[in-house]
């Protein structure tokens, strides 16, 4: 039971036995010795914490919509699955862009595609190269973490869990993204029909640390209805949300691709509150962009005008930024922010300066900042902005180690 046995002797001792005794710490046999308990989750929880509102509920904060309504939980699982081509990668590039403009720092586990794919998605999505392969660190694993003894107990593979282990500890990620759970079930030798295997995933990966995020992508089941593919057991796990993705329209490179969202599982309740008849959103694709709408026809208008305001406020909390950290950070808006960024100029509401090295430095105009002042929104300040952009990173960089190092983790490369 791996218990320490210990007796205590003297009057001095009994009020604190007692004590002990009492908050189930220790326990006593029949021949008065004393046990010693070791702390596990077969004990009573200590609700005060909850009862005094320390804790409270699960609030999405993470992958805005162009209204600014976040669709991700901080620290919960989640599950994007859909059919082949239903843009379900892009929407977690852009969930993994939402945590590094926040100053995380992400690990995307690929079992489908490859780092020349990782490399360009994430740059079209708005990440900033000096955060590709060290904010966004990317694995192509092809090799299992466990392997299947004959009884079917699962045998670590050592070599695997340490560099796996070792990179999470020094990027320490606030959302780990998993592309390809069935690739990740074939390379383990696992079956997705069989629900022993789903437990087996479901203790591997799917839970981490208890402040991480995770996306997790998957195929849609050959019945629609159904769901995800695989065993039930697969899907009765998810604590978190899960996300179907269909497609309305697939138009490839240099084409726009749109894909609709549904939320179908979302055990936290929160995000259900803003998807009516569970439509979430539809996420668009085009050769130059990566957004998320709300699933009805919005107010081009009102939604050009929100835009244009965050713009502004971007500008007054961050006096001097350059253009792309503009277009990057104003309000994680993707559509549409260089033109309103050369409409503000027009409106002599923004006014660019030269720069060092020919960059362009954006800053209020009296009547900008007025404007601004009477938008009513808040924005903070942006970690990507100016020359705070990679300060969130700065100590990490620096304790990276080699290439070489960082070949056997990221598998050859890291961007």
């Known amino acids: 039971m791996g218990v320490l046995v210990f007796a205590r ?34 004990q009573p929880v200590d609700l005060g914490p909850v009862l005094r509102g320390e804790h409270r509920p699960l609030e999405p904060v993470y992958l805005q919509r162009s209204d600014g309504q ?25 969930a993994a862009k939402s ?19 990782f490399v360009r998605n994430a740059r079209q999505v708005g990440i900033a190269d000096g955060f590709i392969g060290s904010a966004y660190a990317y694995m192509r694993p092809d090799e299992p973490l466990y392997r299947l003894d004959r009884s079917g107990q699962l045998i670590p593979n050592e070599d695997a869990m340490f560099h796996l282990e070792w990179a999470r500890q020094e990027l320490r990620p606030a959302l780990i993204i998993l592309d390809g759970v069935s690739e990740c079930y074939a390379v383990h030798g696992w079956n ?34 159904r769901g995800q593919i695989g065993s039930q057991h697969k899907r009765a796990g998810i604590d978190g949300a899960q996300f179907e993705f269909t497609s309305e329209q697939r138009q490839g490179i240099c084409g726009h691709s749109i894909a609709r969202i549904r939320v179908k599982k979302d055990r936290p309740g929160a995000i259900r509150a803003f998807a009516p008849d569970e439509r979430l959103g539809k ?19 009102a939604g050009t005008e929100l835009r244009r305001r965050r713009i502004l406020l971007f500008v007054r909390d961050n006096p ?3 253009r792309r950290a503009l277009e990057d950070g104003a309000g994680g808006f993707s559509r549409g922010v260089r033109s309103d960024i050369d409409a503000l100029v027009l409106q ?8 060092p090295r020919g960059a362009k430095l954006h800053f209020l105009t009296d009547s900008g900042a007025a404007v601004a002042a009477e938008s009513g929104l808040a924005v903070a300040a942006s970690p990507v902005s100016g020359a705070a952009t990679a300060a969130p990173h700065t100590e990490y960089a620096a304790r990276m180690p080699t290439q070489p190092q960082l070949d056997d983790v990221y598998g050859g490369g890291n961007g």
């Open 9 to 42: 002797k003297g009057k001095a001792h009994v009020n604190e036995l007692e004590q002990d005794l009492a908050e189930g710490r220790v326990r006593q046999t029949q021949d008065g010795v004393i046990l010693a308990v070791r702390d596990t989750s077969w």
């Open 70 to 94: 976040a669709l991700m939980y901080p620290s919960a699982p989640h599950v994007f699955f859909g059919e082949s081509e239903t843009l379900k990668s892009w929407a977690a590039h852009l």
């Open 99 to 117: 945590f590094i403009d926040a100053g995380k720092r992400v690990l995307y586990l690929d079992f489908e595609s490859n780092d020349v794919t």
């Open 192 to 225: 997705i029909n069989d629900a022993t295997h789903a437990a087996h995933f479901a203790n591997v990966f799917g839970r981490w640390d208890d402040d991480t995020a995770s996306i997790a992508i998957d195929h849609a089941g050959k019945d629609a209805s």
């Open 283 to 301: 996420i668009h694709v085009t050769n130059d962009a990566v957004w998320i709408d709300p699933w009805e026809e919005v107010d081009v208008e």
């Open 320 to 322: 001097g930024v350059k």
């Open 348 to 355: 002599g509401l923004i006014r660019v300066e030269d720069g």
